[in-house]
């Protein structure tokens, strides 16, 4: 993609970062740039532009805070879509089976599957007796090429034999659960407050450590009443917004 560059007033006050940033920003905007439009690489950019790396990298970096590109680590910047609404917090469908209703693109990174001992906050919230075990996952998700939560879960071993070995890898962990062991989730409370990332959280969701995140808390329960999942997610919300419908 070639942008024709208009020229920037270097006698301006304005520095060469800020217009730069201005001058995307308009044709984000405007729609001239589209979503999930590839952006030039920075040295692309200096070239047509005039103007440094550094004069580049400080405007993208602007754009990314304000959620109108985002960034793959080797592929580059692309241009974001506008604040969605994102409904998974109030319904049981899963975040695969609702992004997928909405015909977004999800991928599932899986950092961490494992067999063992559940933690003593696990066993109090799967109303587990001491000594049980869990099939424990860690997970990277990705909307639309965008990451966005960093979620980790534990689940009883008792009622998905063998799901550490399963293969999750991009796929719904709901759809697992229940195709191959009978557990359909039917109800799920849920728990959101706000936390800044740690060191490794911000590394694996590509965000600085001053961007806040949201924390979901949810526990999961199958038609039997028994709790089948807990999970603690990350989420970014610089693009998106959590939807929650409520009635009487």
């Known amino acids: 993609m070639t942008l024709s560059p208009p020229a920037l007033d270097r006698q301006s006050s304005a520095p060469?970062?800020?217009?730069?940033?201005?001058?995307l920003r308009e044709r984000i905007l405007s729609g001239t740039l589209?979503?999930?439009?590839?952006?030039?690489?920075?040295?692309?950019f200096g070239d047509q532009f005039g103007i440094s790396r550094i004069v580049v990298r400080e405007a993208l970096a602007d754009l990314v805070r304000a959620g109108l590109i985002y960034k793959i680590r080797g592929q580059g910047a692309f241009v974001a879509a506008r604040e969605r609404d994102e409904d998974f917090v109030s319904t049981v469908l899963g975040f695969s089976d609702e992004m997928a209703r909405k015909g977004r693109t999800v991928r599932t990174q899986v950092l961490r599957q494992e067999l063992r001992d559940a933690t003593p906050e696990e066993a109090r919230a799967l109303a587990l007796p001491p000594g049980s075990q869990v099939v424990g996952l860690r997970r990277l998700r990705s909307v639309d090429g965008e990451l966005q939560l960093l979620v980790a879960t534990a689940i009883p071993a008792e009622l998905a034999p063998g799901l550490h070995r399963a293969k999750l890898e991009n796929r719904s962990l709901y759809d697992v659960l229940r195709r191959q062991y009978g557990q359909r989730i039917v109800k799920a409370e849920r728990w959101i407050d706000a936390v800044l990332p740690d060191a490794e959280t911000a590394r694996?969701?590509?965000v600085e450590g001053s961007e806040p995140l949201l924390r979901i808390e949810s526990l999961a329960y199958n038609a039997s009443g028994k709790p089948v999942e807990h999970y603690r997610a990350l989420h970014r919300c610089q693009s998106s917004r959590l939807h929650l419908q409520t009635t009487t």
């Open 16 to 23: 060469l970062w800020a217009q730069f940033r201005d001058v």
């Open 34 to 44: 589209a979503v999930g439009a590839k952006l030039p690489t920075e040295a692309e």
């Open 204 to 206: 694996l969701l590509q």
